[in-house]
T-cell receptor
């Protein structure tokens, strides 16, 4: 099945700093989804990218899908304490998702 | 709309005991899924269902069984629990179709097997 690797595994930032997590696949992806899981919570859908080179923004979050559709990134500008959590990318095949291992973000005041 | 609900929220089992986890959704979704989440391993798909009366194996199906007798419910069974099944279990549901749709997750069940 498809595998997705995420880096870094952990990231500790000061509030106001930027944060980026990367998602890489060895195979071409039909689409990629991003989810956020707060500590003690459940994954919540953030966005889906489908087109090569696609860039989508949600307030301070910017999502990119690589030209070759093998990688993706999530960038958060000026992190806030509300951004704390684990961010997962997923590779979709029909409606079966393969989750990456996630990047755990901690934000310090 | 309650979305996706899971019962129970917590459970402690002894090795060899059995239990059933219940997932219910009120969004009329065709697809339902069971995942387990272990530290540092993301979410792994156990079983899934593409409609009432159908089930299929995911990435880590061994030791689990599922049933989808009603469209809104998806049950996950452990016949003989093992310590390796200590995990957090999430149920999810989504629309069906040619495209990939977002999955809606339940709050999770934290299971400990001693």
């Amino acid at each position: 099945g498809q595998q997705v690797m995420q880096i870094p595994q952990y990231q500790h930032v000061q509030e106001g700093e930027d944060f980026t997590t990367y998602c890489n696949s060895s195979t071409t992806l039909s689409n990629i989804q991003w989810y956020k899981q707060r500590p003690g919570g459940h994954p919540v859908f953030l966005i889906q990218l489908v087109k090569s080179g696609e860039v989508k923004k949600q307030k301070r979050l910017t999502f990119q899908f690589g030209e070759a559709k093998k990688n993706s990134s999530l960038h958060i500008t000026a992190t806030q304490t509300t951004d704390v959590g684990t961010y997962f990318c997923t590779a979709g095949g029909g409606n079966k998702l393969t989750f990456g291992t996630g990047t755990q973000l901690k934000v310090e005041l | 709309n309650a979305g996706v609900t899971q019962t129970p929220k917590f459970r402690v089992l002894k090795t060899g005991q059995s239990m059933t986890l219940l997932c219910a959704q009120d969004m009329n979704h065709e697809y339902m899924y069971w995942y387990r989440q272990d530290p540092g391993m993301g979410l792994r798909l156990i079983h899934y269902s593409v409609g009432e009366g159908t089930t299929a194996k995911g990435e880590v199906p061994d030791g689990y069984n599922v049933s989808r007798l009603k469209k809104q419910n998806f049950l996950l069974g452990l016949e003989s629990a093992a310590p390796s099944q200590t995990s957090v279990y999430f149920c999810a549901s989504s629309y069906s179709g040619r495209l990939t749709y977002e999955q809606y997750f339940g709050p999770g069940t934290r299971l400990t097997v001693t």
